[in-house]
């Protein structure tokens, strides 16, 4: 019997040989499927004709990475290879192929080969697929590994990052510092994999936090963070007081004040701090330490200091010298010098501003409100709206000095003229229904004198 089966393998194997053209476009199959161990998978063949119209002969091999057959198969039946334990099994009528349990050694890469002869046709026609299948195990939290552990100073020293996990298969590797993808540089570089990371030489840019993240294609984890720190400086040197005044590198104080300088730098660990003073004979170490304390009766005139900054672990040094100068600033003049010059510029624009304001007010009240203008505003109104709208007309007795003349219009009344002495009366005034009195009022230029004369 085990005879038969392998004459028809080799029977069709033969027939693949001498097979009269190939076409892939009967049937589709993906190129790469990603599986978790322990899962199942189904390679699935989608054909794109009537299976039931045709007849076709087929077999599934594993190629790689050692060749194995797994079974041969028609449109009506299947001949599996008995000598695998976990075998395949394969779908008819379309030739799918279903894995049951996936396991480590599934991993590999696979090949379909179809004949398929179409009704009316003697011809038959190849297709040949492949795909690969991956068998991943879930990544575990990986691990940061330093080396050297000790301390490590820049421009002397080099890391070496190593990122491990216990389990997982077809892991890669990628590298954060301080949450930021770190690439290849002329000072980083990586392993093939990812999982190492070199950096030569050291540099205090260098440190931070480092995480490492490891992935396959079914899963993804961060390590913990690992703190790098390295040896650097010292850097930036300078020396500050809060007293006096500070031009470039001259220290202005009043006599009498107690002083206190501080010699600052960017280092690690902190730098070791040595004053010194210079004079035309030579030098003169004062005080070691960050602190430098100038007593009022020691305060010299135009003396040189220097301070020396020294790291003990990088053995690098830097020194900035300075000048005091002791004269009379007032007290707290330095300070507002300093700190109050700032403030000036902001002074000034505001009461340049008010000042501005208070004139643009005081033209325009003076446009609006300006004596001269107020008068000939007066005299150029009507006579009937300089005095008034309810004025009786015998408020100023002067004001009816004249000549009277009466004009009447011709009426009932056989008179043409009235005597004033009869107008004086108000019931004769009152009885002159039809006539019309035209006043006309003669005011003498002078009435003054006139009433003398």
């Known amino acids: 019997m085990e005879c038969v089966r392998v004459t028809m393998v080799l029977l069709i194997c033969f027939l693949f040989l001498i097979v009269a ?11 790469t ?72 050694d599934t991993q590999g890469e696979y090949e379909l080969q179809l004949n398929i002869i179409f009704p009316g046709s003697s011809d038959i026609v190849n297709v040949t697929k492949t795909v690969t299948i991956t068998v991943s195990v ?31 298969t077809n892991v890669q590797f990628k590298w954060l510092k301080n949450n930021m993808l770190i690439g290849p540089s002329d000072r980083h570089t990586f392993s093939q994999d990812n999982r190492t990371l070199f950096i030569n030489p050291v540099k205090k840019e260098d440190i931070g936090q480092y995480i490492c993240e490891a992935q ?5 984890i961060q390590s ?77 005139q135009g003396k040189e200091f220097l301070c020396r900054a020294f790291n003990s672990v990088t053995k690098k040094h830097d020194e900035t010298k300075f000048t005091l100068v002791v004269a009379s600033l007032g007290t707290g003049k330095a300070k507002y010098i300093q700190e109050g010059s700032v403030l000036s510029p902001l002074t000034f624009i505001t009461v340049f501003s008010a000042i501005i304001i208070v004139c643009m007010m005081f033209v325009l009240l003076r446009k609006s409100c300006h004596p001269k203008r107020m008068i000939k505003t007066i005299y150029r109104r009507p006579m009937t709206e300089q005095r008034g709208l309810h004025r009786s007309g015998h408020e100023d007795a002067a004001e009816d000095f004249g000549i009277y003349e009466f004009v009447s219009v011709p009426g009932k009344m056989d008179s043409t003229q009235a005597s004033c002495r009869s107008l004086a009366r108000l019931d004769s005034v009152r009885d002159l229904h039809t006539t019309i009195y035209d006043v006309i009022r003669h005011v003498p230029e002078t009435p003054t004198l006139s009433l003398l004369k």
């Open 216 to 220: 396959n294609y079914i899963s993804k």
């Open 21 to 31: 053209g190939t076409d892939s476009e009967y049937i589709s199959l993906r190129s």
């Open 224 to 300: 913990k963070q690992a703190d790098l720190s390295v040896f650097y400086g010292p850097y930036n040197l300078a020396v500050n007081s809060d007293q006096g005044l500070k031009i470039g590198g001259v220290f202005t104080v009043n006599p009498g004040d107690l002083v206190f300088f501080e010699c600052i730098a960017d280092s690690n660990p902190p730098n070791t701090c040595v004053w010194i003073s210079t004079t035309k004979n030579g030098t003169e170490v004062l005080k070691t330490g960050p602190r430098f304390e100038v007593k009022p009766y020691e305060l010299p």
């Open 138 to 168: 879930p990544v575990s939290i990986p691990i940061i590994s330093k080396t050297p552990d000790s301390e490590i100073v820049e421009d002397r020293d080099n890391v070496t990052l190593t990122c491990s996990v216990e389990h997982g």
């Open 33 to 104: 499927q990603h599986g978790k161990i322990g899962d199942s998978m189904l390679l699935r063949v989608e054909t794109h004709f009537d299976v039931q119209d045709v007849t076709f002969q087929g077999t599934w091999c594993k190629t790689k990475p050692i060749y194995t057959h797994l079974v041969t198969f028609t449109e009506t039946r299947d001949i599996p290879n008995l000598r695998l334990k976990n075998n395949p099994m394969l779908i008819l009528p379309n030739g799918s192929l279903y894995f049951e349990h996936l396991e480590e």
